[in-house]
């Protein structure tokens, strides 16, 4: 019997290994529309969803040249150095394409090849408009200005300096369709959703990962701890989230980073605030609000206290013991990765 079986087990195997490498080494098809060819891009508009999608919180180290990378992101499993995303020919995206762009945006693939790690929050970008990442891209060639710079090596341990075992995270948890209007929902509810979804990806901070690195979308925006800060509760919940909070003083914090009688944002809130949200049109700020009224709530910690410290006392570093943000960059174990 065995000897009437083995054979079979040995196709089944040698089946699997070909699987295996063909999903390692296959190039996926970002998936752009054809009528893209034919829209003449907006830099301008670029320049908005650049700002909206935070790009030079991982991509600008401090004290450094926009965009030029080189920020050492410190997690459990090593180093990684955010690389150049300036249009220099020879370190950064400028012999990049279009198609080049969007898939390392949408499915976390390089232009040669290379898989990104997932906390490059591709898994949220892959949500992003054809139009969009057209208009981002535009911008990003155009407008920045091309820096010579190469990143320093990343000082990941074996085995996750390997990044070919990616594709396997990515076949399990990376689920690449566009996020489409809720015919049900208003206009506003439904951009709102793109922003705090796709754009601004605050899901990257605010739903805990499982031990595998994927969103616990059970927990879904009910905060999470990433190096010492904590990323707060913004689901309706009255007690752990925001479900309190008035539209006012919501759509005060997102825009301005203080709201009356809330804690003022610090940290890398302070920092998304600064890069990112203040650049939002007052409609978007709105929408996002919209949106997070309809998030359910979840019951987890206590909600942040009112009348905290003032807002200009000095915040303690990052791991030195919790602090509170909202709408932050991506900073889970795998840290950040770049293009």
Request: charged share 15%; glycine share 8%.
């Amino acid at each position: 019997m065995i000897r009437k079986t083995w054979p079979i087990a040995l196709l089944i195997l040698a089946a699997a290994v070909a699987a295996a490498f063909v999903i390692a080494i296959r190039t996926p098809d970002p998936g752009i529309s054809a009528t893209i060819a034919q829209r003449q891009p907006d830099v301008l508009r670029g320049q908005y969803v650049y700002e909206l999608a935070d790009c030079a919180a991982c991509h600008t180290n401090p004290g450094g040249t926009t965009l030029a990378g080189g920020l050492g992101l410190v997690t459990p499993l090593g180093t990684i150095y955010a690389t150049n995303i300036t249009p220099d020919r020879d370190t950064g995206i400028g012999n990049y394409s279009l198609t080049d762009f969007v898939r390392a945006l949408r499915l976390g693939v390089r232009r040669d090849g290379a898989r990104l790690y997932p906390a490059m929050p591709y898994t949220a970008y892959a949500k992003i408009s054809d139009e969009d990442l057209q208009d981002l891209f535009a911008y990003l060639q155009k407008d920045i200005t091309p820096v010579s710079q190469t990143a320093p090596a990343n000082t990941l341990a074996w085995p996750f300096n390997m990044r070919w075992p990616i594709a396997f995270w990515n076949v399990l948890f990376l689920d690449s369709s566009r996020l489409t209007p809720d015919p049900s929902k208003d206009p506003q509810w439904n951009r709102g959703a793109y922003l705090v979804e796709a754009l601004a990806h605050c899901g990257e901070c605010h739903t805990p990962r499982r031990v595998t690195q994927n969103l616990d979308n059970s927990q879904k925006f009910a905060g999470a701890v990433l190096q010492g800060w904590k990323a707060y509760n913004i689901t309706t919940s009255k007690q752990s989230g925001i479900g309190a909070w008035g539209d006012a003083e919501l759509t005060s914090y997102l825009s301005t980073g203080r709201a009356d009688g809330h804690s003022s944002a610090s940290g890398p809130m302070a920092e998304v605030v600064a890069d990112s949200l203040r650049y939002a049109s007052s409609d978007d700020i709105h929408a996002i609000v919209a949106y997070l009224r309809s998030v359910p709530a979840i019951e987890n910690t206590s909600a942040i206290a009112l009348n905290p410290p003032a807002a200009t006392e000095t915040s303690p570093q990052p791991g030195l013991g919790e602090q509170f943000f909202v709408f932050s960059r991506p900073m889970p174990v795998w840290s950040a990765a770049a293009l």
